[in-house]
């Protein structure tokens, strides 16, 4: 076999590999402590912007849980986001301590409310094998 060739063949087991990589089902996505403890995050086609006023996120395929940012809230805050989710399924929480909060895990247009205490957040987005669109306003607690 030529180097050609065996370069050709390692070039595409790497590829095969990361490509299963990203796709690893994530077992842990109703364990609240798989949740608190997890930042193992697997996606395909994925995008995210972030300001100090909104985050986005899209993803072809992920898997995993995701810490996207600190976040301080007031009591009871009312979010303002949209989501779509394709396929799978999707949830953005906030952790404090040993507590998890979802704020959504169904597709979202507009303000959603949320029952949880004032304080500093960490916010997460956990998903299984989910495709899915998300757009969070963070400067809208009100109500």
Known sequence: MSIRSRLSSSVAV??????????APFSGFDDNNAIIEGNSFNSTMSSSMSTPSQFDFSCGTCNGVKRVRNITVPENPVFNMTLAISSGRFKAVLVRDNSVYTITDA?????????I???????????ENAKFNLHLDLNTFGG
């Open 107 to 115: 597709p979202t247009q507009g303000m959603v409310r949320t029952s």
């Open 117 to 127: 205490p004032a304080g500093d957040y960490n916010l997460r987005i956990v998903a």
């Open 14 to 23: 790497l590829a095969t590999s990361l490509a299963l990589a990203g796709c």
